[in-house]
C-alpha cells in the first residue's frame, strides 16, 4: 500500500492508502473511533468501526496517547464536515511509538512553559501555521529579487566592525587576529556586491545585543538587504514599496487556510498596494504633535511613536528624512539640507512598527571619513569599504527588511518570538 500526504489525498479519494504521523486527538461514540491524525501536511479524520478491524486494533484506542506516532490504512473518502475535508475508513493501525504523556494539552498554558517546549510546541496548529506562513514570505522575497535580475550574495557571519552602532555589538574572540564582531547587518558588504554585480540581495541571519525586553526585539534575527547600484532614495522607497506589495500578495494568494487559523483579519494586507504613504520626519512630528504627544525635533522615533504614526495609516507607511544624527555613519546627507539623512523606515500598520529601515548611501569619500571620525570608528577595519568611494564610486541606496516583525505583521501575532522557530532573545537561549 503506497504511503501518502494528507495534503495531496484528494488524489487519492476512493483508494486504499497508509498515513504515517502523529495522534493529534481521538474520540469515540458508541461502537466507532476516531483518531485524529497529523503528518505535517495536514489532519485526517480516521474512522475506526469495530468489526473492520481485527479487535485488537480496535482496542489501541484505549491506549494510544496524544503524540504517538503511528501508520493507518484505509480507504479515503470525501467528508465535508471533517477536518481537512477527507476521512478514512480504518482497515489498521499500526504504533510506531507510543508516546510518553505529551505536556502540551489542549488546556491553557503560559508563555514560558510553552517556550520552554518551543520544541514541540512548533507541532501546535498556531505555530504550524506560523512557519508555513514565514516560509512563504521567504520564497516571496527570493522570488521578487530573482526575477527581478538581483544576484543573491551572502555575507560574513563574523566581522571585524560595526555597522549599525557600537552598542549592540556582541563580541567574540578570533584567535590571533584579536575580536570579531556578529554582523549586525550584511549591508557593507552588499554595496560591494552592488559594485560588482549592479543589483544584489544580502540574506541571512543577523545580530544585535539588543537589551530592551520589547515584543519586536530579537538578539538573533534574518534580514534581507537589497543593494542597487544608481539608485537614489526614490527608487528605494519606489522598491520598497513594489516588494511589500508582492510580499503580502503572495502570502495572501497561497497561505489562506493558515491565515484563518491565525484568525488573522486580512483588511489591513489587502491594502498594501504601491503606491504606499510617503511622510517626511518633520510631517510624522507633526502627527505625533496633535496627538499630544511631546516630541523634540532630533531624537529617533521610539516604538510608541512608531505605533501612533502607523495608525492614522491603513496600510505601510514610509517615513523618509531623519535627522541624520540618529542614523548610521553610512547614509547620505539631503542636499537641501545637510541635518538630514536620505532615510527611509517602513512602519508597518496596526502598531507593528519599522519593518524596514533603509538609506541612500554615502558616496564622496571625503565625506564618508568625516562620518566614520563623527561616529568615533576606526579606520583600518573601514579601509575595504573606503575602496568602494575609491575606485569607481556611484550613487547607490538599499534596504533591510526583518524577516520576524514582517512575520509578526502579517500573521497578526502579538509577539516576535513566535515568528522565528527558535528565539534567541535577552532572557532565552534554550532550546
Ligand atoms: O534599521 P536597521 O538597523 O537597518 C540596517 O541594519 C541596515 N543596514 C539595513 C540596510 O539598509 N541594508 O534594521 C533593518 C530591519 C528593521 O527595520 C527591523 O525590521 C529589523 O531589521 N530589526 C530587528 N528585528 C528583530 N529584532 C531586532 N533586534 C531588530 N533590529 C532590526
Ligand atoms: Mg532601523
Request: with cysteine.
Amino acid at each position: 500500500m503506497i504511503r501518502v500526504s494528507i495534503e495531496n489525498l484528494d488524489k487519492h479519494i476512493g483508494e486504499e492508502v497508509k498515513i504515517s504521523g502523529w495522534l493529534y486527538n481521538k474520540r469515540s461514540s458508541g461502537k466507532i473511533r476516531f483518531l485524529v491524525v497529523r503528518d505535517g501536511s495536514g489532519l485526517l479524520q480516521s474512522v475506526i468501526v469495530k468489526g473492520n478491524v481485527t479487535d485488537s486494533v480496535f482496542d489501541l484506542f484505549d491506549t494510544i496517547t496524544q503524540e504517538s506516532s503511528l501508520s493507518v490504512f484505509g480507504k479515503i473518502k470525501k467528508e465535508e464536515r471533517a477536518p481537512g475535508g477527507f476521512e478514512m475508513e480504518v482497515t489498521n493501525v499500526e504504533i510506531i511509538h507510543l508516546a510518553k504523556e505529551y505536556p502540551i494539552t489542549p488546556k491553557e498554558h503560559g508563555v514560558e512553559f510553552l517556550m520552554d517546549h518551543r520544541h514541540l510546541w512548533l507541532r501546535s496548529s498556531r505555530q504550524h501555521a506560523v512557519l508555513r506562513v514565514r516560509h512563504q514570505i521567504i520564497k516571496a522575497i527570493r522570488e521578487f529579487f530573482d526575477n527581478r535580475g538581483f544576484v543573491l550574495m551572502d555575507a560574513p557571519i563574523f566581522t571585524p566592525a560595526a555597522c549599525e552602532g557600537t552598542s549592540t555589538l556582541f563580541e567574540t574572540d578570533y584567535f590571533d587576529l584579536g575580536k570579531a564582531y556578529l554582523t549586525q547587518s550584511g549591508q557593507l558588504y552588499g554595496e560591494a556586491g552592488a559594485m560588482a554585480h549592479g543589483k544584489v540581495y544580502v540574506f541571512g541571519p543577523t545580530f544585535r545585543a539588543e537589551k530592551s525586553k520589547t515584543r519586536r526585539h530579537l538578539t538573533e534575527f534574518w534580514m534581507v538587504e537589497p543593494e542597487v547600484a544608481f539608485n537614489d532614495l526614490n527608487d528605494n522607497m519606489e522598491l520598497a514599496e513594489e516588494f511589500l506589495e508582492h510580499i503580502v500578495l503572495s502570502v495572501l494568494k497561497h497561505r489562506q487556510p493558515e491565515l484563518k487559523i491565525l484568525e488573522r483579519n486580512t483588511k489591513f494586507l489587502e491594502t498594501v498596494k504601491k503606491p504606499l504613504p510617503k511622510i517626511t520626519y518633520d510631517e510624522a512630528i507633526e502627527i505625533l504633535k496633535k496627538k499630544g504627544i511631546a516630541f523634540e525635533w532630533g531624537n529617533d522615533l521610539g516604538g510608541t511613536d512608531e505605533t501612533v504614526i502607523s495608525e492614522q495609516f491603513d496600510r505601510p507607511v514610509i517615513v523618509h528624512r531623519y535627522p541624520a544624527q540618529v542614523k548610521a555613519f553610512y547614509m547620505k546627507r539631503d542636499p537641501q539640507n545637510p541635518k538630514l539623512a536620505l532615510a527611509m523606515d517602513v512602519l508597518a500598520p496596526e502598531g507593528y512598527g519599522e519593518i524596514i529601515g533603509g538609506s541612500q548611501r554615502e558616496d564622496d569619500y571625503d565625506t564618508l571619513i568625516n562620518r566614520l571620525d563623527e561616529h568615533k570608528l576606526p579606520h583600518a577595519p573601514f579601509e575595504w569599504y573606503l575602496d568602494l568611494r575609491r575606485y569607481g564610486s556611484v550613487p547607490h541606496a538599499g534596504f533591510g527588511l526583518g524577516i520576524e516583525r514582517t512575520v509578526g505583521w502579517i500573521c497578526g501575532l502579538d509577539h516576535v518570538r513566535e515568528t522565528i522557530p527558535f528565539p534567541r532573545m535577552i532572557y532565552r537561549l534554550n532550546p
